[in-house]
């Protein structure tokens, strides 16, 4: 079975809009050198799970962040846009996992001058429910 990140990234894949602009540039956790502008990154952020008394559910709730980035402004929004249009309220089940929702949890803005190739970045948090094997 895939992992959760990877079903993450076929819906940004499979998505019109995510994929007219990025063409398969979504990458874990960080960009690679010489990566062309409009790109998309995604890692996990923390990775709570569903608890009873009798031990795990198989719920999980962990949140992701895929981060828009761009040399220029406007594209590292739209790409942020339609990140959010193909994941916030999403549900149903690909590449072997049921994801029950997925939830918008945060947005915002960052630009660094410092670095050696400058790009804006807009990272779009999301909580995504999904159900994982318990053996």
């Not at 952020?45 to 569903?50: K, Y």
């Not at 915002?108 to 807009?122: A, G, M, Q, R």
Request: net charge negative; no cysteine; charged share 20%.
């Amino acid at each position: 079975m895939a992992e959760i990140e990877e079903v993450l990234r076929w819906r940004l894949n499979t998505y019109s809009g995510t994929s007219a602009l990025l063409s398969g540039r979504i990458y874990p956790m960080q960009l690679p050198q010489g990566t062309a502008s409009a790109s998309a990154t995604y890692q996990k952020i923390s990775g709570p799970r569903d608890h009873t008394h009798q031990g795990p559910t198989g719920l999980a709730s962990p949140r992701y962040q895929i981060t828009a980035w761009s040399k220029q402004y406007s594209e590292a929004k739209a790409v942020a846009k339609q990140v959010r249009l193909a994941l916030d309220g999403w549900f149903g089940s690909a590449l072997g996992h049921v994801v029950s929702a997925v939830q918008l949890e945060n947005e915002y803005d960052i630009y660094n001058p410092e670095t050696l190739v400058e790009f804006y970045s807009v990272p779009v948090d999301f909580i995504v429910w999904h159900h994982e094997e318990t053996t």
